[in-house]
């Protein structure tokens, strides 16, 4: 543990009981039975007796007394802390004490006292390996005895660099850095005393020493496991060390970040055990330590078992601040906060009404939708610049921040009870239900629509509605008589996606194929020559621009629009194809069709109304991002909710429910990737309209009708305007 130092290790022992000294009372570990009385006295040694770190021990309480309950159970204590964990979890100091570090900053500003320093550390302190130790090569710059570098300790630019952004703040993640982020010129080990390269010197002290602790004692515990395997005795305690013993080291970012600082030391002093002892077999089992911490062991492999074996990973944590927020979550945003406060009667200039509206908000976001938390939280700068654009900025870093990262917020006052939790756990349990039942009933009354598709419908009507939406009366021919009628959709996604000849698409939600039939025609699928270039193809499932695909819940839907894309004389399903699948899932689709392999290769997707229905908008978005090829673009139309929700006072059908409110829909597809996103008004009315009597014709009644299904629901809102309500809008954006 970073928090105390190898010095403090008596102290730690007689906390965990590993030790126990005797005293004039009969004996005892010195520290009372109890874990309150122990930690306590534990905090009162560590500043009084020794004083040289002054870290706040209280965040690790529990964790210090879970381990010393491991402990001391093992020891037979009949006050030990009793647990379901069977292992035994030893506590370590790690670093060398904070003055030292002081010292050689400020007391040795030359190689012959640098030396005179480390001499002293390696000798009496044992912080550091000595002239004999084989660890000694990778203590300084240069290897060896250090004098060819001036006994400057060993380190990289990276690391450097990490360093000094920390105390000066520079940005190590933006492409290309700024004049102030730029790599100061390598530096003269012997004439370098700049005060960055002093206070380098003094973290890289800390680092090493705590480096060449972990690695001494994992050959030793490798050492003890080999001696206690090649034993003859029957026998084994319970305490002995075993090869599948695990190490976990705390220490901050400065000292692991990127996976530089201690573990760069650890692998550097394993390496130079496994190539400099004189000891063979010490080589090897340097070795052996070193493979089994630095990479996996293959499932199998014959080397499971042995020392380590799992590799190593490292887990950040990171405060969370509400910045990460305020920019990109609207709740949350300054306008949204201020008109929270102007309806409270608060001052809109008032910062401790705007923080409680901020804690309110980020309240309700963790507790009611922790995805969309997650996504911000990833989003960020703060985050994703070190965890997935490391390798771009300008000190080019060779790994992550972490392998995985503990995002957390410490503010003392936005607590979280829980009556909250209660009922945030409620309110997400009928929001699934509530999602669950959506998509069942959706799924349910399309596959009606598909049953009765093949009845002719009313082509009057039908021409009437998508000549008011923007079908142009070219658009309306070609789709044709025979089919018109199954027009299913809210707007014009062809006018915003403009589909160009020999492109690839994707109709998600394609209902009985209609926006499918015109992308055939936009795209050239249709076209005689494409589809004889098609049947020359020797593999019966492959694709080549142009082609359509189209993706739709409902089985009957997708059957009937393949029947008719056959009809049509296409090439079904070479140049078209329709396929059963969830808009949340489409990879899903995919797989189920075999034909995983197109993700990534649409160069435009459309959509006509199907998202309005899909309770998971982001997933939805998602899917379409990951279909497009680099440079695709996507036209989703779709309603959204233009008001800041519905009121609660009335029970809205459950589709309207699932319509997206508008001021989401940007944020939502920026924050997967999307550049250039446009939301486009559809100018396609919600409200119902008047067609004139001579167009109207005979409808079938035997044909099912999806609106049928809510009449009931739909009764209270003939007495409110539709348009003012709700908003038609064709969604663009391309993927970089």
């Not at 992550?400 to 995002?407: G, I, K």
């Not at 707007?491 to 499918?516: F, K, M, T």
Request: aromatic content about 8%.
């Amino acid at each position: 543990m970073e928090h105390f130092s190898v010095d403090m290790q008596p102290l730690l022992d007689r906390y965990a009981g590993v030790v126990v000294e005797e005293d004039d009372g009969g004996g005892g570990d010195n520290f009372p039975d109890d874990d309150d009385g122990a930690f306590e006295a534990l905090v009162a040694s560590y500043g009084e007796d020794y004083g040289t770190e002054g870290h706040d021990l209280t965040p690790y309480r529990d964790l210090l007394a879970f381990c010393r309950g491991t402990t001391r159970r093992r020891r037979g204590d009949a006050a030990a802390v009793e647990d379901d964990v069977g292992a035994t979890v030893r506590l370590h100091g790690g670093f060398i004490p904070r003055n030292h570090a002081g010292r050689l900053n400020g007391d040795c500003p030359d190689a012959p006292s640098r030396r005179v320093f480390f001499d002293e550390m390696s000798r009496a302190g044992g912080y550091l390996p000595g002239e004999d130790d084989a660890m000694r090569g990778a203590l300084f710059a240069g290897g060896g005895d250090g004098s060819t570098c001036g006994y400057m300790l060993r380190g990289s630019r990276e690391h450097r660099m990490l360093v000094e952004s920390m105390m000066d703040g520079t940005d190590l993640y933006s492409p290309g850095g700024t004049a102030e982020g730029e790599v100061a010129e390598e530096e003269d080990p012997e004439t370098d005393g700049s005060p960055m390269s002093r206070l380098y010197q003094a973290q890289l002290l800390k680092d090493h020493a705590m480096g060449y602790r972990i690695a001494s004692l994992m050959l030793e515990h490798h050492r003890q496991c080999s001696s206690s395997s090649s034993s003859s005795s029957s026998s084994s305690s319970s305490s002995s060390p075993r090869y599948d013993d695990r190490y976990v080291v705390v220490a901050g970012f400065g000292h692991t970040k990127h996976r530089l600082g201690v573990p760069f030391c650890v692998e550097g002093y394993l390496r130079s055990e496994a190539a400099h002892h004189p000891d063979e077999r010490r080589r090897r089992e340097a070795l052996d330590v070193l493979l089994g911490s630095s990479r996996p062991i293959p499932p199998g492999s014959a080397r499971r078992g042995k020392c380590g074996g799992v590799g190593s990973a490292t887990i950040g944590c990171q405060m969370m601040y509400e910045a990460y927020l305020e920019d990109t979550y609207p709740p949350m945003m300054d306008d949204a906060v201020s008109a929270i406060v102007a309806e409270d009667d608060e001052d809109e200039d008032d910062d401790d009404a705007k923080a409680r509206a901020r804690r309110r908000a980020l309240k309700d976001l963790y507790l009611r939708r922790p995805d969309v938390l997650d996504e911000h939280v990833l989003m960020s700068r703060e985050v994703s610049g070190p965890l997935l654009h490391y390798a771009d900025g300008v000190a080019g870093f060779e790994h992550p921040c972490a392998d995985y990262l503990y995002v957390y917020d410490e503010d003392d006052d936005n607590v979280i009870d829980e009556e909250d939790y209660s009922r945030a756990s409620e309110e997400r349990s009928k929001c699934h239900h509530l999602h669950a039942y959506a998509k069942e009933e959706t799924a349910r009354a399309y596959e009606r629509v598909g049953r009765t598709a093949g009845l002719r419908g009313n082509v009057a009507r039908a021409r009437a509605i998508m000549s008011r939406i923007g079908y142009t009366a070219k658009d309306m021919d070609y789709v044709g008589d025979d089919d018109i009628y199954n027009y299913q959709g809210v707007a014009y996604p062809h006018l915003v996606a403009g589909i160009r000849r020999g492109e690839a698409v994707l109709d998600v939600g394609s209902g009985l194929g209609i926006d499918s039939f015109l992308a055939t025609r936009d795209c050239g699928a249709d076209d005689e020559v494409c589809q004889r270039q098609a049947h020359e193809l020797e593999d019966e499932g492959a694709f080549s621009a142009p082609f359509v695909v189209g993706i739709d819940l409902a089985e009957s839907e997708v059957k009937h629009a393949t029947r008719r894309a056959m009809d049509r004389g296409l090439d079904v399903p070479r140049r078209v194809r329709f396929i059963r699948g969830d808009l949340e899932k489409l990879e899903d689709a995919f797989t189920s069709e075999n034909i995983l392999p197109m993700l990534g290769m649409f160069d435009v997707c459309i959509s006509n109304g199907a998202f309005c229905l899909t309770p998971d908008k982001y997933k939805a978005f998602c899917g379409v991002f990951r279909a497009l090829k680099s440079g695709g673009r996507m036209a989703i139309s779709t309603t959204t909710i233009v008001s800041n929700g519905l009121d609660p006072s009335f029970q809205w059908p459950v589709c309207m429910r699932m319509f997206a409110p508008l001021e989401s829909i940007l944020p939502i597809c920026e924050r997967i990737g999307f550049v250039n996103v446009r939301i486009i008004d559809a100018e396609s009315p919600v409200e119902g309209y008047e067609v004139p009597l001579d167009e109207i014709g005979t409808n079938n009644e035997e044909r099912f009708k999806i609106h049928g299904v809510y009449t009931n629901q739909y009764e209270f809102l003939q007495k409110m305007n539709m348009d003012e309500l709700c908003k038609v809008v064709t969604v663009y954006g391309e993927k970089p």
